[in-house]
């Protein structure tokens, strides 16, 4: 959730830090500061509120001339939003400064360790006392933060990334890092840290990752890197394939309605390439043939939107290959004793790699003996990491804290991997594998259907703005479309919106339909399952007739709906498995809309944060 910027190179300091951390906003966050090292010590300014209040008060007392230097944007977690609780945090001595994401569970005792020697903490944080436990023990490491990082990180229990720099060592910059995200970058003459690579795209493509319980050192010309132990440590260095424009909103008003927009070409983007030797193939394989044709059972783990992702995978994947499949919410997973094996996959869905509830989770799995695969859009990061096979979305950046592209290049991958293991285990011959791939190559195209008759659903927004609730229904994989819609609504307009499975109504949901009320249902292709179709528009006629506003979805051509809708909203034809890529769109252009009309910021939702890295 927190951004974390380091900088040391010939540059002014500060300027790099704040750039960064304006790249880095989309994660979500309550509060911001900045710490330079210059020649009379350390120089900091912190505030509450947005990035916007820091740079105000750095345009007012400008911070002196350096080269070096942090900056971070919290999402609170121990104590408030206040000044006194964001990064950095300073020693009590003023001569080490502290940025850190994540949570350092054991702070507790370490607080009570450090107040017992008469040090004044100033915080409610947890941050506060790696700044404060560095400076006791830096005189017995001659001064080497690097070994002090060490050190200190050894003590710690908990998920964390830490930077910090030190007044007598103003070229210098160490970070540790611990089930929390972290990337170098490598210029020439200079170098950077960040939470993501954004925050450094404008000057450098070159990456290294970060590998777990690692500590980095930078310097205008070096990079080291070890072990907690002081052991050195392999790295792997990766290109950036995408610049900073593509993190820029481009023209429009917002990333959302930019990242709406760029959904064609990222389904596009993800499809390329998968086809060798006319043979699928995923990006990262460490798993033989035959361990996958050994798998038994499916568990997809997931969080959000990627868990609506993996509800979609099942419906696929189970008709493709004919393996049970389970889709289970990461944060829950581990704390049911599930029950999985060797013969178990467990595909882990991620937009960012760097969920905890899904890092844990899947290591619980692989502790269990499973295979783990990840759907992932970010390389070099945890979760493709510390997985056995790897299917990369290629969506590029997504800023908008509410997820959209990277949503829909998620069912595609999954698409994927269900088309994978069918060829694998010979579920599926070659010829019907090319058939349904050809289909998901038209999709961009219908895609872009879709994102030129938008203007209907906007105006449908603008007259539901007042609504005080939303309801969504779907059948089949239009259910998961349902709760995807649901969740985008909650997300940007605040408002209560509940999805349900459409043959659910009679069993309790349908005791909430009013006059008025919005119901929006995602009506399945007629030419598809015909039983389904015949069921919902049933469900349209219930609903209509309890006096609910009926806003209905539906494929062209499909005049069976009609007597039934208040609204439609056309989405051309497609296979009923292929439908969520096409019938998702409106209901994000739906809450993107209501959010706007209510004057909400719709980029960055309060209280959310693009990834969540704690549990």
Not at 121 to 136: F, G, K, P
Not at 188 to 197: K, Q
Not at 499 to 512: N, Q, V
């Amino acid at each position: 959730m927190c951004g974390i910027v380091g900088y040391v190179g010939p540059r002014q300091a500060v300027d790099v830090v704040v750039s960064g951390l304006k790249r880095l906003e989309y994660r979500g966050y309550d509060s911001a500061g900045v710490a330079i090292v210059t020649a009379d010590g350390l120089d900091t300014r912190k505030k509450a509120g947005k990035l916007a209040n820091l740079q105000t008060i750095i345009a007012g007392d400008p911070m002196s001339l350096s080269s070096t230097g942090i900056g971070h944007t919290r999402w609170a977690t121990h104590g408030g939003p206040t000044d006194a609780n964001a990064h950095p945090h300073v020693s009590d001595d003023g001569t080490v400064a502290v940025i850190h994401n994540g949570i350092i569970e054991n702070f507790a005792e370490l607080r009570e360790e450090l107040t017992n020697l008469g040090i004044q903490l100033n915080s409610e944080t947890d941050t506060e006392v790696v700044a404060h436990l560095l400076q006791i023990v830096l005189p017995s490491v001659d001064g080497d933060l690097s070994e002090a990082m060490r050190r200190v990180c050894r003590r710690l229990s908990g998920a964390f990334t830490l930077v910090a720099v030190v007044a007598e060592h103003p070229d210098v910059v160490v970070a540790a890092r611990r089930n929390s995200p972290l990337v170098v970058g490598r210029g020439e003459g200079e170098n950077f840290l960040a939470s993501d690579v954004s925050a450094f795209i404008e000057y450098t493509r070159n990456a290294i990752e970060l590998g777990q319980d690692q500590v980095v050192c930078i310097t205008p010309s070096d990079i080291t890197i070890t072990d907690f132990d002081g052991n050195p440590a392999a790295t792997v260095e990766f290109e950036v394939t995408w610049d900073a424009a593509a993190a820029e909103r481009g023209g429009y008003e917002l990333f959302m309605l930019k990242e709406i927009a760029e959904q064609p070409k990222a389904v596009a983007d993800t499809l390329l390439g998968r086809m060798k030797d006319n043979r699928l193939n995923l990006d990262e394989l460490r798993i033989s043939e035959q361990e996958l044709r050994n798998i038994k059972k499916i568990v997809v783990i997931a969080c959000g939107t990627a868990y609506h992702a993996g509800m979609i995978a099942k419906y696929a994947i189970e008709h493709w290959t004919r393996i049970p499949c389970e889709v289970e919410l990461a944060s829950e997973f581990r704390y049911r004793d599930p029950i999985v094996s060797s013969e178990t996959l467990v595909i882990a869905i991620s937009q960012s790699g760097e969920t905890m509830d899904t890092i844990m989770a899947l290591r619980h799995a692989k502790d269990q003996g499973a295979k783990v695969l990840a759907i992932c859009n970010t390389r070099g990061a945890t979760i493709p990491r510390d997985s056995d096979a790897v299917l990369y979305t290629n969506a590029g950046p997504e800023i908008a804290v509410a997820s959209t592209k990277a949503f829909l290049t998620q069912v595609v991958a999954a698409y994927l991997v269900g088309l994978y293991l069918a060829q694998v285990h010979g579920t599926k011959y070659a010829d019907e594998i090319s058939d349904v791939l050809a289909q998901l190559a038209d999709m961009p195209r219908r895609i872009d259907l879709v994102l030129d008759t938008t203007e209907h659903v906007r105006k449908i927004a603008h007259e539901l703005r007042d609504a005080k609730s939303v309801l969504f229904i779907g059948r089949h994989v239009g259910y998961p479309v349902a709760l995807e819609g649901a969740l985008k609504l909650k997300e940007l307009a605040y408002m209560h919106a509940e999805g349900f499975a459409a043959g659910e109504l009679k069993h309790g949901p349908i005791a909430l339909l009013e006059e008025g009320m919005p119901v929006i249902v995602v009506v399945p292709p007629k030419t598809g399952r015909d039983v389904l179709h015949e069921k919902i528009v049933s469900n349209i006629q219930e609903v209509r007739a309890r006096g609910a506003r009926t806003i209905v979805i539906a494929e062209e051509g499909d005049e069976s709906v009609v007597p039934y809708a208040n609204d439609i909203i056309r989405i051309p034809e497609s296979p009923t498995l292929l439908q969520p890529l096409l019938a998702t769109i409106p209901l994000q252009i739906l809450a993107c809309a209501m959010a706007t009309a209510k004057g909400y910021d719709v980029d960055m939702p309060r209280n959310l944060a693009k990834s969540v890295t704690v549990e």
